[in-house]
């Protein structure tokens, strides 16, 4: 079955930087889209990003643009997402996702930013 696996999360200040991973299993995962989506407290979920099956093509939520990237690894069933230059706001717990409005996601990895 399906396994979306989220890691990298924790508590950092403002400025700073985190590495999130999301290790893939249970389907093809070379071959499909795959997604960054975080949820805040009180809010609904948000896309963050988005990247395409050979990894060469990204998108990002405007508020992320320029300060994280996405990537991944094929060979290891593996996406990342770099986040730099983290802000309060990005505080969420973040889900790899095989849709854009995260019904298909992980359990996800907390991210915390504050000072």
């Known amino acids: 079955q399906v396994q979306l696996v989220e890691s990298g999360g924790g508590l950092v200040q403002p400025g700073e930087s985190l590495r999130l991973a999301c290790a893939a299993s249970?389907?093809?995962?070379?071959?499909?889209?795959m997604y960054w989506v975080r949820q805040a407290p009180g809010k609904g979920l948000e896309w963050v990003s988005r990247?395409?099956?050979?990894?060469?093509?990204?998108y990002y939520t405007p508020s992320v643009k320029g300060r994280f990237t996405t990537s991944r690894d094929n060979a290891k069933n593996t996406m990342y997402l770099q986040m730099n230059s983290l802000k309060s706001e990005d505080t969420a717990l973040y889900y790899c996702?095989?849709?854009?409005?995260?019904?298909?996601r992980g359990q996800g990895t907390q991210v915390t930013v504050s000072s």
């Open positions: 990247i395409n099956s050979d990894g060469g093509t990204t």
């Open positions: 996702a095989l849709d854009a409005a995260g019904l298909r």
């Open positions: 249970g389907f093809t995962f070379g071959s499909v889209w």
